[in-house]
């Protein structure tokens, strides 16, 4: 059993950065990749960013990359984003995953979610 939970939302303007954390509880977290995904008002759940079990590869949404950056540290089981030049059309509710496939641009296998936190990002 692992239970997450995403903190590091908040109000930013246009070409601001903030950083998102997901700490996890339960002894299998480094067995899992991670992921981060988004839902904006009206639209379905989309995938931003994962990594895999051990740190060493990372997938990017086409729309982030570059921009983004996900990261973990299996020692503090807590999995990052660190999201800069930040548009209004990042604004959404951003939900830590674990999973146990991960593609070039997707993590599936979702077995735990995380309660979400509120990204808004004014022009």
């Known amino acids: 059993q692992v239970q997450l939970v995403d903190t590091g939302g908040g109000l930013v303007q246009a070409g601001g950065s903030l950083r998102l954390s997901c700490a996890a509880s339960g002894r299998t977290f480094s067995s899992y990749h991670m992921g981060w995904f988004r839902q904006a008002p009206g639209k379905e759940r989309e995938f931003v960013a994962a990594?895999?079990?051990?740190?060493?590869?990372?997938s990017y949404a086409d729309s982030v990359k570059g921009r983004f950056t996900i990261s973990r540290d299996n020692a503090k089981n807590t999995v990052y984003l660190q999201m800069n030049s930040l548009k209004p059309e990042d604004t959404a509710v951003y939900y830590c995953a674990a999973g146990r496939v991960k593609t070039a641009q997707a993590l599936h296998g979702i077995d735990y979610w995380g309660q979400g936190t509120q990204v808004t990002v004014s022009s």
């Open positions: 990594i895999n079990w051990s740190g060493e590869s990372t």
